[in-house]
């Protein structure tokens, strides 16, 4: 199956700064990139949805100001949590989809602890 | 709007021992069904992708099945190990590439 990686693995931040995700699709090109947070014993939340070179489609709820998403590459999407709470201390995991896989693969993780 | 099921929520074994997961879903217009293992702090592991036209994939010790018409799927493991613990998530997609439905997870134990 495809690769995609996200870096960093684990952050540990100050309340009120930002902090960025990075998620790369390795040897595909994705179209399609999800942003999803879990917490602790859950399941996944689907956060937002972002296809190359459009804006983001954020789920209900989601607060777009703060959870800023760019996908300006085939291979690229940055999730930014912006201004930082303890409450956004979460496990945020991307997937990336293309036109030659009929599946989401994904990447394995990001631990955002805000202090 | 689609809901994922799993039951249950958690399963303790002894290793060797053959058992098997469900996933149900309300919606039964779906393009594919996937099951995926998260390891603790990990992200997703894809094992099995079922499309809608499919009865069953497999893959090793693992089975999956799927009955559309009922909204079910099962995840069969066969001789269960203490390797095999970990949480199982089932997730349903609508259309192609659109987004994917994750059920809560079974969290399962192979004790030695």
């Known amino acids: 199956g495809a690769v995609v990686s996200q870096h960093p693995s684990r952050v540990i931040c100050k309340s009120g700064t930002s902090v960025k995700i990075e998620c790369r699709s390795l040897?595909?090109?994705?179209?399609?990139m999800f942003w999803y947070r879990q917490f602790p014993k859950q399941s996944l939340m689907l956060m937002a949805t972002?296809?190359?070179?459009?804006?983001?489609?954020?789920e209900q709820g989601v607060e777009k100001d703060k959870f800023l998403i760019n996908h300006a590459s085939l291979t690229l999407s940055t999730l930014t949590v912006t201004s930082a709470h303890p409450e956004d201390s979460s496990f945020y995991i991307c997937?990336?989809?293309?036109?030659?896989?009929?599946?989401?693969?994904f990447g394995p993780g990001t631990r955002l602890t805000v202090l | 709007k689609q809901e994922v099921t799993q039951i249950p929520a958690a399963l303790s074994v002894p290793e060797g021992e053959n058992l098997v997961l469900n996933c149900s879903f309300t919606?039964?217009?779906?393009?594919?069904l996937q099951w995926f293992r998260q390891d603790p702090g990990k992200g997703l592991t894809s094992l099995l992708l079922?499309?809608?036209?499919?009865r069953e994939q497999t893959s090793g010790r693992l089975n999956a099945s799927l009955d559309k018409s009922s909204g079910r799927s099962t995840l069969y493991i066969a001789a269960s190990q203490p390797g095999d613990s970990a949480t199982y998530l089932c997730?349903?997609?609508?259309?192609?590439?659109?987004?994917?439905?994750f059920g809560e997870g079974t969290q399962l134990t192979v004790n030695p």
């Open positions: 040897d595909f090109q994705a179209t399609t």
């Open positions: 919606d039964s217009a779906i393009y594919n």
């Open positions: 997730a349903v997609r609508e259309t192609s590439g659109s987004r994917l439905t």
């Open positions: 997937s990336a989809s293309g036109q030659v896989y009929n599946e989401q693969f």
């Open positions: 972002s296809n190359e070179g459009s804006k983001a489609t954020y």
């Open positions: 079922i499309q809608s036209s499919q």
